[in-house]
């Protein structure tokens, strides 16, 4: 079955730094792939989106790739600032005529300052 | 205004009573969802509609049901609450014909005793 990984530990990073964050999947290609912030008792946000045929996509201090061969996106945020904190979610489109997204558990990351 | 709205934003009832969470969205979207979120489980697909006359189980419908009143609005409703229920509930939005690119209301938190 179609199955995502997170870093299920949270990611404790200094300002001023770059987060990575990363996101495998196994058992199908999506043709791609999105990330989402959550806020705690908030619902998600979108932030990017990269397609399969596409490396790197890039929005503000906001960088994702895709590699298709690995089956891995990562998620950068550089500069990265104490607002920045949350918890960053990956979901996959699931294929097939009826289009859904996948969800990763997501991961947590805590910038300080 | 908020694209998504969800009533009531917090809940708590006891076991065995009926229950309807309701969401309302002003994006003009096809496609409405609803998911649970429980700790280290993840957002969890109950049901969707892509359009009026077309409803879908998720992967945990067992317990729930929903109508989609018309396009702008879904509901979920339990029918007879359990403790297990206890979740944050979203409901989201897509385009159709788009990238799945999901927009979230702000949740209800439902508490069953």
């Known amino acids: 079955s179609q199955k995502i990984e997170q870093n299920s530990e949270a990611l404790n990073i200094q300002e001023g730094k770059t987060a990575t964050l990363t996101c495998n999947y196994t058992?199908?290609?999506?043709?791609?792939l999105q990330w989402y912030r959550q806020d705690p008792g908030r619902g998600p946000v979108f932030l990017l989106l990269?397609?399969?045929n596409e490396k790197e996509k890039r929005k503000e201090r906001l960088k994702v790739t895709f590699d298709t061969t690995l089956k891995q996106s990562l998620f950068h945020i550089t500069a990265s600032q104490p607002a920045d904190s949350a918890t960053y979610l990956c979901?996959?489109?699931?294929?097939?005529?009826?289009?859904?997204?996948?969800w990763g558990l997501g991961t947590s990351l805590a910038v300080n300052p | 205004d908020a694209d998504v709205t969800q009533t009531p934003r917090n809940r708590i009832t006891k076991t065995g009573k009926r229950i309807m969470l309701e969401c309302s969205q002003t994006?003009?979207?096809?496609?409405m969802y609803w998911y649970r979120q429980d700790p280290g489980l993840g957002l969890r697909l109950i049901y969707y509609?892509?359009?009026?006359?077309?409803?879908n189980k998720g992967e945990i419908s067992d317990g729930y049901s929903v109508s989609r009143q018309a396009q702008a609005k879904f509901s979920l409703s339990l029918e007879s609450a359990i403790p297990n229920q206890t979740a944050l509930y979203f409901c989201?939005?897509?385009?159709?014909?788009?990238?799945?690119?999901?927009?979230f209301g702000p949740g209800t938190r439902l508490l069953v005793l």
């Open positions: 989201a939005t897509t385009e159709s014909g788009g990238s799945e690119t999901q927009y």
């Open positions: 058992n199908y290609s999506p043709a791609y």
């Open positions: 994006k003009g979207h096809d496609r």
């Open positions: 979901a996959l489109e699931s294929g097939g005529n009826n289009r859904k997204l996948i």
């Open positions: 990269i397609r399969e």
């Open positions: 509609s892509f359009d009026v006359k077309d409803i």
